[in-house]
């Protein structure tokens, strides 16, 4: 793991469009106000930081990838979303 990385990662335009994507989904799902931004920063760390997702990033930075966080080949949906749901902060 690379904290570089990780940083680098979160700081992605596109991949943090798609974990507010993500998050808006998962809202609806839960039957939530749709508000992506309420857990983005969270979220988006926590996705960031998952092992899958940062080897994913850190393969594809070395590839010279210019657009890892929104190469849905590089990270999937699948890991996307497995990763908020995995992270979804528990109910207050």
């Given at each position: 793991m690379s904290y570089a990385t990780i940083a680098r990662n979160v700081q992605d335009n596109a991949y943090n469009a798609r974990i507010q994507a993500a998050?808006?989904?998962?809202?609806k799902a839960r039957g939530?106000?749709?508000?992506?931004f309420v857990h983005a920063v969270a979220l988006g760390w926590?996705?960031?930081?998952a092992s899958d997702v940062e080897a994913a990033y850190a393969s594809a930075?070395?590839?010279?990838?210019?657009?890892?966080?929104?190469?849905?080949s590089v990270i999937t949906d699948a890991m996307i979303l497995g990763n908020v749901q995995a992270?979804?902060?528990?109910?207050?």
């Amino acid at each position: 793991m690379s904290y570089a990385t990780i940083a680098r990662n979160v700081q992605d335009n596109a991949y943090n469009a798609r974990i507010q994507a993500a998050i808006a989904q998962e809202q609806k799902a839960r039957g939530e106000p749709v508000d992506p931004f309420v857990h983005a920063v969270a979220l988006g760390w926590s996705v960031a930081s998952a092992s899958d997702v940062e080897a994913a990033y850190a393969s594809a930075l070395e590839a010279d990838n210019p657009n890892p966080g929104g190469d849905e080949s590089v990270i999937t949906d699948a890991m996307i979303l497995g990763n908020v749901q995995a992270g979804w902060p528990a109910a207050s």
